[in-house]
């Protein structure tokens, strides 16, 4: 599939809001890409397709990923929002045909973060944080990092930091994967 065979099919897929955010997602990225010296096809597609699995509700991703034989913990059940990404990441091969490992990837791991994540995992995440459509609290400080720093590694981890803190305001649960991602990276900067 092309990607403007993709771009149409998205369209079709999800409502008009969601298809803006992908397209706005897909935009920064490539922004990212070129200043991060990151291949901006992959950041371009894997941006485009990251909330491919958006088309479902909420309340039908828990089935959606039992269908596709994806294992899931207690953070998810409570927050089945999460698993859009796992489905997304098996949705770009069954339905756009991407067979690129390093997209699927970064369509995994766009919602939590990961421990050693790639430099086109961190671009897709924080893109998705800071696409023009976003508006909360706070986004602007991380729209002036991303324009300010040329460490990605200190721009993901004020990321991370951040979307840690959003959840706990929200009491809500935070994914084991996104303290794990953080403390890689620290360990790392500090070592």
Same mark, same amino acid.
């Given at each position: 599939?092309?990607?403007?065979?993709?771009?149409?099919?998205?369209?079709?897929?999800?409502?008009?809001? =969601?298809?803006?955010?992908?397209?706005?997602?897909?935009?920064? *990225?490539? +922004?990212?890409?070129? !200043? $991060? @010296?990151?291949? %901006?096809?992959?950041?371009?597609?894997?941006?485009?397709?990251?909330?491919?699995? =958006?088309?479902?509700?909420?309340?039908?991703?828990?089935?959606? *990923?039992? +269908?596709?034989?994806? !294992? $899931? @913990?207690?953070? %998810?059940?409570?927050?089945?929002?999460?698993?859009?990404?796992?489905?997304?990441?098996?949705?770009?091969?069954?339905?756009?045909?991407?067979?690129?490992?390093?997209?699927?990837?970064?369509?995994?791991?766009?919602?939590?973060?990961?421990?050693?994540?790639?430099?086109?995992?961190?671009?897709?995440?924080?893109?998705?944080?800071?696409?023009?459509?976003?508006?909360?609290?706070?986004?602007?400080?991380?729209?002036?990092?991303?324009?300010?720093?040329?460490?990605?590694?200190?721009?993901?981890?004020?990321?991370?930091?951040?979307?840690?803190?959003?959840?706990?305001?929200?009491?809500?649960?935070?994914?084991?994967?996104?303290?794990?991602?953080?403390?890689?990276?620290?360990?790392?900067?500090?070592?």
């Amino acid at each position: 599939m092309t990607v403007d065979e993709m771009r149409r099919e998205l369209q079709r897929r999800l409502n008009k809001n =969601r298809f803006a955010h992908s397209i706005g997602v897909a935009n920064t *990225a490539v +922004k990212l890409a070129k !200043k $991060f @010296g990151v291949d %901006e096809d992959k950041a371009y597609i894997a941006g485009l397709l990251h909330d491919c699995a =958006r088309e479902f509700e909420d309340n039908d991703l828990p089935a959606q *990923a039992i +269908k596709r034989g994806i !294992k $899931f @913990g207690e953070v %998810e059940k409570n927050s089945p929002l999460l698993l859009h990404a796992y489905i997304g990441a098996q949705m770009v091969t069954e339905i756009y045909g991407v067979d690129d490992k390093e997209i699927i990837q970064a369509i995994y791991r766009h919602t939590v973060g990961a421990r050693n994540m790639t430099a086109l995992d961190k671009i897709i995440y924080f893109a998705d944080m800071i696409e023009p459509h976003r508006n909360y609290p706070g986004v602007d400080k991380l729209r002036e990092l991303a324009e300010t720093s040329d460490n990605l590694d200190e721009i993901i981890l004020t990321a991370l930091s951040e979307s840690i803190i959003f959840v706990v305001q929200k009491n809500a649960l935070v994914h084991p994967a996104t303290i794990d991602a953080r403390n890689y990276l620290l360990l790392g900067i500090k070592s």
